[in-house]
């Protein structure tokens, strides 16, 4: 697995569980790491919809931690990368937006 540490740590969230937090100021179109995990069949804890729901990507990364929110600073693209949408200060939790069935 891609080594995240230096980047960003899992730590207790205000908006879910466990979040994922910056340990260093993040700039804006950063490539903060790949999604690592496997393609399943079914929904699950940490399993992500890519293409409008078409597949579904357990990610076992920590990269799994990100939870949502309607004012992302991250995104998920189709080459499973995770990309800082905002600049992202040390101590923040990086958000992502799932869509309004997460509300």
């Given at each position: 697995?891609?080594?995240?540490?230096?980047?960003?740590?899992?730590?207790?969230?205000?908006?879910?569980?466990?979040?994922?937090?910056?340990?260093?100021?993040?700039?804006?179109?950063?490539?903060?790491?790949?999604?690592?995990?496997?393609?399943?069949?079914?929904?699950?804890?940490?399993?992500?919809?890519?293409?409008?729901?078409?597949?579904?990507?357990?990610?076992?990364?920590?990269?799994?931690?990100?939870?949502?929110?309607?004012?992302?600073?991250?995104?998920?693209?189709?080459?499973y990368t995770v990309v800082?949408?905002?600049?992202?200060?040390?101590?923040?939790?990086?958000?992502?937006?799932?869509?309004?069935?997460?509300?």
């Open positions: 697995m891609t080594d995240l540490s230096n980047l960003v740590e899992p730590k207790e969230s205000n908006v879910h569980g466990k979040g994922l937090f910056a340990k260093a100021d993040i700039k804006r179109g950063t490539v903060i790491g790949k999604l690592e995990g496997h393609s399943v069949k079914k929904d699950g804890l940490h399993v992500l919809w890519m293409n409008d729901g078409k597949d579904k990507f357990k990610v076992e990364n920590d990269l799994k931690f990100i939870n949502h929110h309607k004012k992302p600073n991250v995104a998920y693209y189709d080459d800082a949408l905002t600049n992202i200060k040390a101590g923040a939790e990086l958000l992502h937006d799932y869509g309004d069935d997460w509300d």
